[in-house]
């Protein structure tokens, strides 16, 4: 009965497993939108243990557009999770260029063992990993991830070149990208161009440390709501780039906008956008080091947003500037302050560095800020309309009376320490085409101050001014120079 009995199992259940194995890898190796694996593992006990015991048939992720994006995220961190600990290769399909970062979104936070990554139908690219010395230590193998926003009218049936000719012999540009520097491994840069930002709902959290965002064509207007949400996928960013142009976008409607929490970011560049305040008083980042604002200042009305109109009661400083200095963006200024003001109200972050090319603010905020920046190494400030207020700023002042200026350089030994600087840790500080400064003004101001905190700096009680550069102001003459190079000598830069 024994023999009789075996000879009525299937002969495919009576091989042994190493060849069933085999098998399976091979029916898992073809390309398939089907999840074949799990497949397999649905004909019997004997197959099901076949399949979820042996890594190898699980080493083929196969990702596609029309899956639902949950079925596909939840597919390929299963499929990694098996295949532990062989090597992994991914092949995506899809024909949106939109959908490709939202398919790859898991396995960008596991690529510990990733080997090829092939990418097909509205982009085709394969990467082969391992040509390449990466360091394995890491969950996420790219260094920056870049995504050009093209707009519908600006993107081309391929999504990388807008005026490209379909005819033209040249390949595609290529979405992995490696520089590989003489002193370390290889760097890794992931470029994609879409239409527009990923939705967040789509996403699964990226660990890259470094992203930069660009606004390719004037079609696109900055949609604030869905960049910070998309940011809420980066928690580990140290570096975020953005760049616009300076067109308003959609009303921000009250209720729409929260704080992103971006705990390790060390450096912000925001160029070309009047989505500047938005911006900063909704990110959270309490190691923020390097601020840069860069072509901010426009000379229209910017809309008071909605979310703005109804906070009650209204913003600290939001009240129109006391000292009415002229400037030729008035909007763009207040703006840009509120935004700053908002950022070192909720992160406190040891901002070492602050550049403001062409982006300004009123005097008011530069005062307010420049009371609270103590750990503000480097300033440097081109294309302002600042007054000598401003200037006067960086004067000493006695904290008793508040009084500005340095009357008697012997007060300076005042054990009472009445005398004190804004931005205490203050050594470089650059002026260019500021050409409402007077020469008067700045040769004041930075003479008391150097004076003072040479000083200190002599007594080890604080820093002084390591380098000044003016230049392109027209109110600064020869004459000025030449008094401020007294004080000065060397650490002056002059054009």
Not at 55 to 76: F, K, M, N, T, V
Not at 205 to 213: A, D, E, G, R, Y
Not at 364 to 370: E, L, M
Not at 483 to 488: G, I, K, P, S, V
């Amino acid at each position: 009965m024994a023999p009789a009995r075996a000879l009525q199992i299937p002969p495919i259940c009576r091989l042994p497993p190493e060849l069933l194995i085999h098998i399976f890898v091979s029916c898992s190796d073809a390309p398939s939108d089907e999840l074949t694996p799990v497949l397999l593992g649905r004909v019997c006990r004997y197959w099901r243990d076949v399949t979820y015991l042996s890594p190898r048939i699980w080493q083929r992720i196969y990702l596609y557009e029309h899956h639902p994006i949950s079925i596909s995220h939840d597919q390929a961190a299963w499929w990694i999770f098996k295949s532990d600990p062989l090597p992994f290769d991914v092949r995506v399909e899809a024909q949106t260029i939109d959908m490709i970062l939202p398919l790859l979104s898991p396995v960008l936070s596991q690529m510990r063992r990733i080997r090829r990554c092939t990418i097909s139908g509205a982009h085709e690219e394969a990467f082969d990993f391992s040509n390449y010395e990466f360091d394995r230590s890491r969950d996420c193998l790219v260094d920056e991830l870049n995504i050009l926003v093209k707009g519908v009218s600006a993107i081309s049936a391929i999504g990388f070149i807008a005026d490209s000719d379909p005819t033209a012999d040249r390949p595609p540009p290529s979405m992995f990208r490696v520089q590989e520097p003489s002193d370390g491994p290889p760097e890794l840069s992931l470029t994609l161009a879409v239409y527009a930002l990923p939705l967040a709902t789509v996403m699964k959290p990226i660990p890259v440390t470094s992203l930069c965002i660009t606004e390719f064509s004037l079609d696109v207007t900055t949609d604030v709501v869905r960049m910070l949400n998309f940011l809420r996928c980066t928690p580990l960013l140290e570096t975020l780039h953005f760049a616009g142009w300076p067109q308003e976008g959609e009303p921000i409607i009250a209720g729409h906008l929260f704080p992103v929490h971006l705990p390790k970011l060390r450096i912000l560049l925001l160029r070309s956008t009047c989505s500047v305040r938005a911006l900063l008083s909704h990110l959270y980042a309490p190691a923020l080091e390097e601020l840069y604002l860069e072509h901010t200042n426009v000379d229209f009305e910017l809309r008071t947003e909605p979310y703005v109109a109804a906070q009650y009661p209204p913003e600290e400083g939001e009240s129109d500037d006391e000292a009415h200095d002229f400037s030729q963006s008035p909007w763009s200024d207040h703006a840009t302050g509120m935004g700053l003001r908002a950022l070192l109200k909720r992160s406190r972050p040891p901002l070492q560095v602050l550049h403001m090319d062409y982006a300004d603010m009123r005097t008011k905020d530069f005062r307010w800020c420049f009371d609270r920046l103590h750990h503000l190494r480097e300033f440097r400030i081109v294309g302002s309309d600042m007054s000598d207020r401003v200037v006067g700023m960086l004067a000493p002042y006695r904290k008793r009376w508040l009084a500005f200026g340095l009357a008697n350089l012997k007060e300076a030994d005042d054990p009472r320490g009445s005398w004190a600087v804004r931005l205490p840790s203050l050594t470089k500080l650059a002026i260019w085409h500021c050409q409402r400064v007077s020469g008067v003004a700045l040769v004041q101001a930075l003479q008391e101050r150097v004076r003072l905190t040479d000083w200190a700096a002599e007594e080890g009680r604080s820093d002084t001014v390591e380098s000044v550069a003016i230049v392109g102001c027209s109110e600064f003459l020869f004459e000025h120079g030449q008094q401020l190079a007294e004080t000065l000598g060397d650490r002056l830069r002059l054009t």
